[in-house]
């Protein structure tokens, strides 16, 4: 009983570097997210799917972009890393019964020098 | 813009007390208001949903209530307990919108 799965847990980067972080889901949830939580700025939705085959701009989508493979995952890519995009990643899933939240994974820490 | 707003502060309550967070937001009152609990390096962790035509929502020692003319809701930890101790998250969603819009976070200390 995974849940949300996020690799890597940890990533350093050089600015300019490219990168993409995994996410799955085993819950057979319909909706998939995106969100970068920073020291004071709280949880930030940077992009999300709604269904398989769709994907729609969050609240900080620049200097990103997503790729929902598949129901179960959903990918987020840094085409070019800037320190600005240090932060902590968090993938999280719902589905259509919203009695029951988000789950969310434990996250990516993602370091850009 | 909707903005979301919980206390900054920490809480540090004794144990056995009764903690209370609070959650406000401006404008529009959502469809529905939730909170989660964070640890330090985890990943939220829902804990209760309160939709807006309902006014209180219980859990185990939680409890939620919800007043849509306050644009407040508040969240309650009965018999606090030194577990108790994290950063809980408000979060709302908004009607024609699934997409859940979190509040900053409020930490809650529990002293032993």
């Known amino acids: 009983n995974a849940g949300v799965t996020q690799t890597p847990k940890f990533q350093v980067l050089k600015t300019g570097q490219s990168m993409t972080l995994q996410c799955a889901q085993d819950?057979?949830?319909?909706?998939m997210y995106w969100y970068r939580q920073d020291p004071g700025m709280g949880l930030r939705l940077i992009y999300y799917?709604?269904?398989?085959?769709?994907?729609d701009k969050g609240e900080v989508p620049n200097g990103y972009n997503v790729s929902r493979l598949n129901k179960r995952e959903f990918s987020l890519r840094l085409e070019s890393a800037a320190p600005s995009q240090t932060s902590v990643y968090f993938c999280?899933?719902?589905?259509?019964?919203?009695?029951?939240?988000?789950?969310f994974g434990s996250g990516t820490r993602l370091t850009v020098v | 813009s909707q903005k979301i707003e919980q206390n900054s502060e920490a809480l540090n309550i004794q144990e056995g007390k009764t903690a209370t967070l609070t959650c406000n937001y401006t404008?529009?009152?959502?469809?529905?208001l939730q909170w989660y609990r964070q640890d330090p390096g985890r990943g939220p962790v829902f804990l209760l949903l309160?939709?807006?035509?309902?006014k209180e929502k219980r859990k185990e020692r939680l409890k939620v209530t919800f007043d849509t003319t306050l644009k407040q809701s508040l969240f309650h930890i009965t018999a606090s307990q030194p577990a108790d101790s994290a950063t809980y998250l408000c979060?709302?969603?908004?009607?024609?919108?699934?997409?859940?819009?979190f509040g900053k976070g409020n930490q809650v200390v529990v002293i032993p």
């Open positions: 404008n529009y009152s959502p469809a529905y």
């Open positions: 819950m057979n949830h319909n909706s």
């Open positions: 979060a709302l969603v908004y009607y024609g919108n699934n997409r859940l819009a």
């Open positions: 309160i939709r807006e035509n309902e």
């Open positions: 999280a899933s719902s589905a259509w019964d919203t009695n029951y939240g988000y789950t």
């Open positions: 799917s709604a269904s398989e085959g769709t994907t």
